[in-house]
């Protein structure tokens, strides 16, 4: 019972330890995760491209160049939409805010307009 009791105690004490550290560490564990996470997309990703008819020929070197430049249009592709939707949300900034504010006020009235 004494060794079954200890080895839970040291268990939890150990997964506190290694949560924690994650916690501490999460400015530098985080980007390594991604960084994990984008190297396998970007391998699963050249031999998705490697079996297309008409791509199995070409060295590897082309199918990574290929692959990295349709990444980066995608990515730059992504960011002009970001850039064009935020610059036509821009103008219309301030009709949100007097519609949030006229919303704002009519369900969070204050106690004495409402007897008044």
Do not use: C, H
Not at 15 to 20: D, F, K, P, Q, S
Not at 31 to 41: D, K, N, Y
Request: a neutral charge; charged letters at 10%.
């Amino acid at each position: 019972m004494q060794s079954r009791l200890s080895t839970i105690f040291f268990s939890l004490g150990i997964a506190i330890l290694i949560g924690w550290l994650f916690y501490i560490g999460r400015d530098l564990i985080l980007p390594i995760i991604t960084a994990i996470i984008m190297v396998q997309i970007f391998y699963a990703a050249q031999a998705a491209i490697g079996r297309l008819p008409g791509f199995e020929k070409f060295p590897r070197w082309v199918l990574n160049l290929f692959l990295i430049t349709l990444i980066l249009g995608i990515v730059y592709a992504i960011s002009m939409l970001l850039i064009l939707n935020l610059e036509t949300l821009g103008p219309s900034l301030p009709q949100y805010e007097a519609n949030l504010e006229s919303l704002f006020n009519q369900w969070f009235a204050p106690p004495l307009a409402l007897l008044l």
